[in-house]
């Protein structure tokens, strides 16, 4: 249903200005075929014209920033969730009214993750979390862990030269965070009603510490080999020589292209200790639009009401199989099928429904590096847990001053 206050806003335009707007897209290459076949329905019903460029993903943010302050640039653009913050402060982001969408068919980390100090800045798209993949031909459905001591015991039984029983990339706090939050650590404090606190830092409290002496309990137990990363974790998977990986679903498309006979089981299913489970980052990919766009008013009409529709983000799916943020998009490719199975969809939008929020402010790009390097000096006994989330905190204050 199209929403009155962007009826109003289209009616206010000239007839004469109808017929010479041309709205333009940055996407990356996965998105831009469908968005123009879109983009040709919104110019039948309005006249407007859409333009879709490639960009690369990497360097969306980087241009836009660019292009968008010298008041150029194009109204609409596709990004992640942590860009937002950085975008934001530099008054570049329109918001976008909650009642001009239907709120409740999005997940709320979606709509969390696009919002900034209250207002909302992005319509989620795409989810993104962690999950365990297994492979049938190690574990049966009925043997899958649902504890931590479970995994390390099936991990155990399949660790040999040639195989591996569990793999992750530990030394990045992406993949390690499910552990660190389990355990009661956090990067920024949050409160939904004020946001981030940011002199409130929870990598090296309590909890973050017990849980860096647990991911460190995989290499000292023979499980992890050192050195492995994320090229390794995925590579040994195709191939059908890991028994347990933990990757996201921008792996699955592959997975099942190799033949890989695998399930999945959400994160959030598995204990790290007794009624404290894992709880994986949460990535969001949305729809921003400029601030400074003279085509406010159609940009706006053709996010909410062509490309964020449950149809338009069934075509996102499509075309880049992620978790889809509405919730009655399931149902669609329940009935209408697509790249991924219905059931590994569920079990990442379960993953997710239970997982946080990478932060969207623009600290958080102090945090990565300091902490990558304190996992790997604690994984190689260069640095006790103890001293080296205490040294990873210290650089990340000193970056936030």
Excluded at 41 to 62: H, L, N, P, S
Excluded at 142 to 155: M, R, S
Excluded at 293 to 322: C, H, Q, W
Excluded at 388 to 401: E, H, P, Q, R, T
């Amino acid at each position: 249903m199209k929403k009155k206050f962007i009826i109003i806003l289209l009616l206010v335009l000239s007839i004469t200005s109808l017929f010479s707007v041309t709205l333009t897209v940055w996407s990356s290459e996965k998105q831009q075929d469908f968005i123009r076949k879109i983009g040709q329905e919104f110019t039948r019903d309005t006249g407007v014209t859409v333009e879709v460029q490639q960009i690369t993903f990497g360097d969306i943010k980087t241009k836009y920033l660019t292009a968008a302050q010298a008041g150029e640039g194009p109204d609409i653009i596709i990004g992640a969730q942590d860009w937002l913050g950085e975008l934001v402060v530099n008054g570049l982001l329109e918001p976008i009214p909650k009642s001009a969408i239907e709120l409740d068919k999005f997940a709320d980390s979606g709509i969390e993750a696009f919002t900034y100090e209250g207002v909302l800045y992005g319509i989620p798209y795409a989810l993104e979390s962690q999950a365990l993949f297994y492979n049938r031909d190690y574990i049966n459905d009925n043997e899958v862990p649902t504890n931590i001591d479970e995994l390390k015991k099936l991990a155990k039984q399949f660790t040999t030269p040639d195989t591996a029983g569990f793999l992750f990339s530990a030394g990045e706090l992406y993949y390690s965070y499910s552990f660190i939050s389990a355990l009661g650590g956090y990067v920024f404090k949050h409160d939904p009603r004020t946001g981030y606190d940011v002199s409130d830092i929870g990598l090296n409290n309590e909890g973050a510490i017990k849980a860096v002496y647990l991911i460190k309990s995989f290499f000292d137990e023979g499980i992890l080999p050192y050195g492995v990363d994320y090229i390794i974790v995925d590579s040994m998977f195709l191939d059908g020589l890991a028994a347990m990986v933990i990757n996201g679903p921008w792996a699955v498309k592959s997975y099942l292209d190799a033949g890989i006979d695998f399930g999945v089981v959400p994160l959030t299913r598995i204990e790290v200790e007794p009624g404290k489970t894992m709880k994986p980052f949460v990535g969001v990919q949305g729809l921003m639009i400029n601030s400074r766009s003279s085509n406010k008013a159609f940009a706006m009409e053709f996010v909410i009401n062509y490309l964020a529709t449950a149809e338009g983000i069934y075509e996102f799916y499509i075309a880049d199989p992620r978790l889809p943020s509405r919730n009655d998009v399931v149902q669609i490719i329940e009935e209408q099928g697509g790249p991924v199975p219905a059931e590994i969809v569920a079990a990442f939008t379960e993953s997710a429904a239970g997982g946080e929020p990478m932060p969207n402010i623009p600290e958080m790009a102090v945090v990565w590096s300091p902490m990558d390097d304190a996992l790997s000096n604690i994984i190689n006994g260069v640095q006790t847990p103890e001293e080296a989330l205490n040294d990873a905190v210290s650089k990340i204050k000193a970056g936030l001053k």
